[in-house]
């Protein structure tokens, strides 16, 4: 009986760091399934009831950024930066003014969606909109800004 290909020895068994490079290909992909989330929002947001957590959408775009890379093995609760900003106030900032994304860097962006899905993984408690954190980027320009400097 052959072993499940999960178990392969070329199957990378953690997260990818953020030091590591991504593909255009994975970029994009994550971009594309996150305006396929926020097009859904659009069609469904009067809707009753309103159960994104129970959408092809909402699964997707959280598997895309665990298998494309977004979710990483180092992301810190900071941006990086010499004042050590919380990611958590750089997001709440973007939700209200997303113009800063324009300029951001792949490793930032990255930094910004690992916070939001792994908030979005530890918060959700059964919520039929999720915890918060995906529901707060689709639900504010934030998620068209990033899907948009992702490519799409």
């Known amino acids: 009986m052959n072993a499940p290909i999960e178990n392969d020895p070329d199957v990378r068994q ?3 760091s953020l030091d590591e490079k991504l593909t255009k290909d994975q970029v994009e992909y994550v971009g594309r399934m996150l305006r396929k989330l926020i097009t859904q929002l659009e069609k469904k947001r009067y809707s009753e009831p309103l159960r ?3 959408w092809e959408q909402w699964n997707n775009f959280i598997l895309s950024t665990y298998a494309c890379g977004f979710v990483c093995c180092d992301g810190g609760e900071t ?3 010499r004042a050590q900003t919380p990611i958590s106030q750089v997001i709440r900032a ?3 003014d997303p113009k800063p994304v324009e300029g951001f860097s792949l490793r930032e962006l990255r930094q910004i969606i690992h916070f939001i899905i792994r908030s979005e993984r ?3 408690a059964g919520a039929e909109t999720g915890g918060g954190a995906v529901w707060g980027l689709i639900d504010t320009s934030l998620g068209d ?8």
């Open 94 to 96: 973007l939700q209200e």
């Open 122 to 124: 530890w918060g959700d």
């Open 52 to 54: 994104p957590v129970e």
């Open 145 to 152: 800004a990033i899907a948009r400097r992702l490519g799409a």
């Open 14 to 16: 953690n997260m990818l």
């Open 79 to 81: 941006m990086d930066d």
